[in-house]
């Protein structure tokens, strides 16, 4: 999807076609399409500069007798050559070639769009799984760091695995969960996110297989897979993942650890019971099988706290723990968490230090004053009851227009509503379409190729008369393609 934060001016003597023109040539000559960039097509461009289609026509027929652009049918229309290097003796580097033998693969196609449309002015986005703006406690957050403008703190790079005070701050939080963890144990990470990347290239070699769930939220990334690794999905059931398959998909794909999301997984919802979490780790200890164990839903619950974590258990350094406050605080603050033995969360402290020289002091500081303020446990309990409420909202409007078309299950907590489809239609098809409407989804098969009818429906941010009115255009529109 190509977006640009550029538009043309209609009230310039100079003609739309001639700007639009201006702007490419300007482009290329930056360098920053380069030779070999894939220009958008005319129509996407119309539609995004807001001009008819045979304005774009003309500025790349303008473009095409100066040389600078090439079309060709079936590859589109590329840049072929550009101002400065017309008068290079050599030709400047291919950078789509480099781009497309980097280490790190692109995001799936879907998960492109999805990130660009998000800023789309006005649109519903019924799937994002982020605090809504109105759940973010943003006035409390500016006298957290007013109360930080009074205090001694440092404004430098932290020590490798963090701030101290906020490790001992999130030693004690912890330990309220069931799990013992000194300071030396914990590493500071910029979100989860972050956790699974730093795992993914300091703990796993190449060509290594990871178990998690199947659907999964890893599934939507490349950060196993981008660093040499495969993914292999283990079905769930109402209890979570099943445990007594381990042994087999363990011992067939060779596997090197195990990713789990116990409370409230993405995208599903799905709580693991504490029978199945003995189960799991049990399971794990008897195969030697580590896990990780993402627990940033966690304190979302609604009316009943989730099981112990399955780090609480743990009695042999076999669970790397991950903990954020992204989900259930502010995804801008871009703090995490890891739990684990002494000389894991060292060598990836070290290779942290290597990537981004520790995350951000000032980040560091707020949180800690968040939890030892006491204002962080209060949060947790006005969110929960905000986050129930729509969540209440959301399965009384599903059940008011996607009764006959859809089923799905109660969550207890966390942010998703894994809804099932009954007609079989094309997921790509009510993608497009429903974007065409102003409305964004987070379609099943980017958790799983195989979860075709599936969507992942949040009801943590978009605003209540927002998902009242996107479920209910979005039933229109099932219905339509349905026919």
């Known amino acids: 999807m190509f977006t640009t934060d550029w538009k043309p001016n209609k009230s310039s003597s100079l003609s739309i076609h001639k700007q639009i023109t201006d702007f490419i040539k300007e482009k290329i000559s930056n360098g920053?399409?380069?030779?070999?960039y894939r220009l958008p097509p005319q129509r996407t461009l119309a539609k995004e500069?807001?001009?008819?289609?045979?304005?774009?026509?003309?500025?790349?027929?303008?473009?095409?007798?100066?040389?600078?652009i090439e079309g060709k049918s079936g590859s589109g229309t590329r840049v072929v050559n550009n101002t400065w290097n017309l008068l290079a003796t050599a030709p400047p580097p291919d950078w789509n070639s480099y781009v497309k033998v980097g280490t790190h693969k692109p995001n799936l196609p879907t998960i492109q769009e999805i990130n660009q449309a998000e800023f789309i002015p006005g649109?519903?986005?019924?799937?994002?799984?982020?605090?809504s703006p109105d759940l973010i406690p943003k006035l409390t957050m500016k006298k957290?760091?007013?109360?930080?403008?009074?205090?001694?703190?440092s404004y430098g790079y932290e020590e490798p695995k963090g701030l101290l005070p906020?490790?001992?701050?999130?030693s004690s939080y912890l330990k309220t969960i069931g799990i013992s963890a000194s300071p030396s144990s914990i590493l500071i990470v910029s979100g989860a996110l972050q956790a699974l990347q730093l795992i993914s290239i300091g703990l796993l070699h190449r060509g290594s297989a990871v178990l998690t769930e199947k659907p999964s939220y890893l599934h939507s990334l490349n950060v196993f897979q981008s660093a040499g690794m495969r993914l292999t999905g283990i079905p769930l059931d109402k209890e979570g993942i099943q445990a007594n398959l381990i042994q087999h998909y363990k011992k067939q794909q060779k596997a090197a650890l195990l990713y789990t999301i116990p409370s409230f997984h993405n995208p599903t919802g799905t709580l693991m019971t504490m029978d199945r979490r003995k189960q799991l780790l049990d399971t794990s200890q008897q195969e030697q099988l580590p896990l990780i164990e993402d627990d940033v839903y966690r304190e979302l619950w609604f009316d009943d706290p989730p099981p112990k974590p399955i780090k609480a258990f743990d009695k042999h350094g076999l669970v790397l723990y991950l903990g954020s406050l992204s989900k259930s605080l502010s995804p801008g603050l871009r703090i995490g968490?890891?739990?684990g033995p002494e000389p894991v969360v060292e060598h990836l402290a070290d290779i942290k230090m290597q990537t981004d020289y520790g995350s951000s002091s000032l980040s560091q500081w707020a949180a800690a004053e968040w939890f030892s303020s006491g204002l962080y446990s209060k949060h947790l309990t006005e969110v929960r009851e905000q986050l129930k409420a729509r969540r209440d909202f959301t399965l009384n409007t599903l059940n008011r227009y996607f009764s006959d078309i859809a089923v799905w299950e109660k969550p207890t907590g966390g942010f998703y509503i894994w809804l099932r489809l009954l007609p079989s239609i094309s997921m790509r098809k009510l993608f497009e379409k429903a974007l065409l409407e102003g409305i964004l989804l987070n379609?099943?098969?980017?958790?799983?190729h195989h979860a075709e009818q599936y969507l992942r429906i949040s009801y943590s941010f978009a605003s209540l008369p927002e998902l009242q009115d996107g479920l209910k255009r979005l039933s229109k529109i099932v219905r339509t393609i349905a026919k």
């Not at 906020?166 to 999130?170: D, G, S, T, V």
């Open 32 to 36: 920053e399409w380069t030779i070999g």
């Open 49 to 68: 500069l807001g001009v008819n289609r045979s304005t774009v026509v003309a500025a790349y027929d303008d473009l095409i007798a100066e040389g600078l």
């Open 123 to 131: 649109i519903i986005r019924l799937g994002t799984g982020e605090l």
């Open 144 to 153: 957290v760091f007013q109360q930080l403008s009074n205090k001694e703190i």
């Open 166 to 170: 906020l490790r001992e701050q999130i």
């Open 337 to 339: 968490w890891i739990v």
């Open 443 to 448: 379609p099943g098969n980017v958790y799983d």
